[in-house]
C-alpha cells in the first residue's frame, strides 16, 4: 500500500527547518505533497506563485514529493489527494498548543488522517518564516536558515520596498 502524507503551511517563506521536515517526511512516506495554503489570512508577503515556484525548486531533489497548492479545510484536501497523514513540525512547547488544537480538529472532521509530529534538527529549532522576514526586513544576515534562492529574493524584495513592510 502506498502512503501519502500532505505537508501543509503558508511557506512564506519556506525555511531549512521545513526542508529538514521535509527531509525526513521522505523516507517515511511513499508521497510527500506540500501543500501551499492559498488564500492564509496571514497576508503572506509573496503571493502564491512566487511561494509555489521556490518550493518547487529547492524540493526539486526528491523524486517522491509533489508540490501544490490549496484552499478551504486541510482535511478535505488531505482525503481528495488519498493522503493518511498530515504532517506538522513541532520545534519547541509553544508550538504545540496551536498544533494540538489543530490535529485533534482536523481528527475529529476527519478521522481516517493521521497526524504526525516531526522534529526537524535542533538546529533549525528556533527558525520560523516570520523571524526570518523580520531579519531579512531589518538587514541581517538569514543565510543557512533559508535555501539560497530565498535569501536572494528576500534580500531583493526588501532592497525594493525598503524596510518599511
Ligand atoms: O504554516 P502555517 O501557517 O502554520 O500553516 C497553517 C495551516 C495551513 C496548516 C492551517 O492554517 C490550515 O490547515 N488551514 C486550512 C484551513 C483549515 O483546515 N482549518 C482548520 C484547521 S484545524
Redesign the pocket.
Known amino acids: 500500500m502506498q502512503v501519502t502524507a500532505v505537508y501543509?503551511?503558508?511557506?512564506d517563506p519556506i525555511t531549512n527547518g521545513h526542508l529538514d521536515i521535509i527531509g525526513r517526511g521522505v523516507h517515511l512516506f511513499d508521497r510527500v505533497v506540500v501543500a501551499l495554503?492559498e488564500n492564509?489570512d496571514?497576508e503572506p508577503l509573496m503571493p502564491l506563485d512566487e511561494r509555489l515556484a521556490i518550493v518547487r525548486s529547492v524540493v526539486a531533489r526528491f523524486p517522491n514529493v509533489e508540490v501544490d497548492s490549496f484552499d478551504?479545510?486541510?482535511?478535505d484536501y488531505a482525503r481528495a489527494r488519498g493522503a493518511r497523514a498530515i504532517v506538522r513540525g513541532l520545534r519547541a512547547l509553544s508550538d504545540f498548543e496551536y498544533e494540538f488544537q489543530?490535529a485533534l480538529?482536523?481528527r475529529r472532521l476527519g478521522p481516517d488522517v493521521e497526524t504526525v509530529f516531526m522534529m526537524p534538527s535542533e538546529a533549525y529549532s528556533y527558525v520560523s518564516s516570520r523571524l526570518v522576514k523580520e531579519v531579512a526586513r531589518l538587514g541581517g544576515d538569514v543565510s543557512g536558515l533559508v535555501p539560497p534562492e530565498v535569501a536572494d529574493r528576500l534580500r531583493a524584495r526588501y532592497a525594493a520596498t525598503g524596510r518599511a513592510r
Open positions: 501543509p503551511g503558508t511557506f495554503l492564509a496571514k478551504g479545510l486541510l482535511i489543530m480538529m482536523n
